[in-house]
């Protein structure tokens, strides 16, 4: 099993920054890639970013793409999730989560952190 544990989150003006982190434990050999998701009140979970954990290749969702930048510390087994320019509508649950294939379902989930962007 893979634990995975955010911070990093809190409240923050429109137009400020912030940066997530996900620190792993456990079988982390076994990760693949590390994701950020988030979920807003009432709505679907929906993908943010991803990095491949060998190698560090990256996938961003097009709503955030330009204002943030996940990156990896393999020697600390901790992923960082950077944004900037935050706005309103990108106030959520923030979560990390691992799969342990390529294109495999994520499979391990942290708690999540709260980001709350005021206009």
């Known amino acids: 099993q893979v634990q995975l544990v955010e911070s990093g989150g809190g409240l923050v003006q429109a137009g400020g920054s912030l940066r997530l982190s996900c620190a792993a434990s456990?079988?982390?050999?076994?990760?693949?890639?590390m994701g950020w998701f988030r979920q807003a009140p009432g709505k679907e979970r929906e993908f943010v970013a991803r990095?491949?954990?060998?190698?560090?290749?990256?996938d961003y969702a097009d709503s955030v793409k330009g204002r943030v930048t996940i990156s990896r510390d393999n020697a600390k087994n901790t992923v960082y999730l950077q944004m900037t320019g935050l706005k309103p509508e990108d106030t959520a649950v923030y979560y990390c989560?691992?799969?342990?294939?390529?294109?495999?379902?994520?499979?391990?989930w942290g708690q999540g952190t709260q980001v709350t962007v005021s206009a």
């Open positions: 456990g079988r982390t050999f076994s990760i693949s890639n």
């Open positions: 989560a691992t799969n342990n294939r390529p294109l495999g379902p994520y499979d391990y």
């Open positions: 990095i491949r954990w060998s190698g560090g290749s990256t």
